[in-house]
């Protein structure tokens, strides 16, 4: 029970300093709503995982490459949940939960590289880069990738976009790609064309990388 407290703790220390491993001990409390929390920034300041500083805990490094390991398998988790196992129920985050604890470290590896590594969870919530997304491994073949990467002929699925200028957004929506349309790769050069249904769109290529979809062939 401890350990998965820690875990939890890590976590939203991680996602309270968005990525730099510090946070208010307040706030961190708030978050989780247990009276224990105190205990468990003792027991992770005896572990070795976090630096106490008046109102404030902060990450060692051991304590910082952890966290950001947890928040890295929860959110890929999130993403496989939502995007190919479709789960969008009000257990969505149990699941999650439930269903991470048994994703060792290669197979979140795996996993990453399946789904075209992404850049955010369902939440828009930045998932943090592994070794794979790094060195771009390319020995297992995406299901999800972003449409920039796939072959003229190519058919995909969308299932999301990374796209936050809300002009593109609706200009992409007005268009017809929208979640769970069905597209196809008409050329890529010298202009990126798709084609859904009867008609052909030209998109630049920007909004091509900012396009997810789940590859059928």
């Given at each position: ?171 992409i929506s007005g268009i017809g790609i929208l979640h769970g349309i069905e597209l196809k790769v008409h050329q890529k050069t010298p202009t990126f064309v798709l ?23």
């Open positions: 029970m401890i350990e998965h407290r820690i875990k939890e703790v890590l976590e939203h220390i991680w996602t309270a300093g968005k990525g730099r491993g510090m946070a208010e001990m307040e706030f961190i409390s708030e978050q989780l709503r247990t009276e224990f929390t105190n205990k468990i920034f003792e027991e992770m300041n005896r572990g070795g995982l976090v630096n106490l500083d008046e109102r404030k805990v902060k990450l060692t490094h051991a304590g910082g490459e952890k966290a950001e390991l947890i928040t890295r398998r929860h959110r890929l988790a999130e993403r496989l949940i939502y995007d190919v196992l479709n789960i969008r129920s009000d257990k969505f985050e149990t699941n999650t939960c439930q269903f991470e604890c048994f994703l060792p470290d290669d197979v979140i590896s795996a996993i990453c590289t399946l789904l075209g590594h992404p850049r955010e969870c369902p939440h828009g919530k930045a998932i943090p880069m592994g070794k794979c997304c790094k060195k771009a491994r390319k020995d297992i073949k995406a299901l999800i990738a972003p449409l920039s990467e796939l072959r003229q002929g190519d058919v995909g699925r969308v299932v999301y976009t990374t796209i936050k200028d809300q002009d593109s957004l609706d200009m084609q859904i249904g009867e008609s052909q769109i030209a998109l630049d290529g920007d909004m091509v990388s900012g396009i997810y979809v789940r590859c059928k062939n």
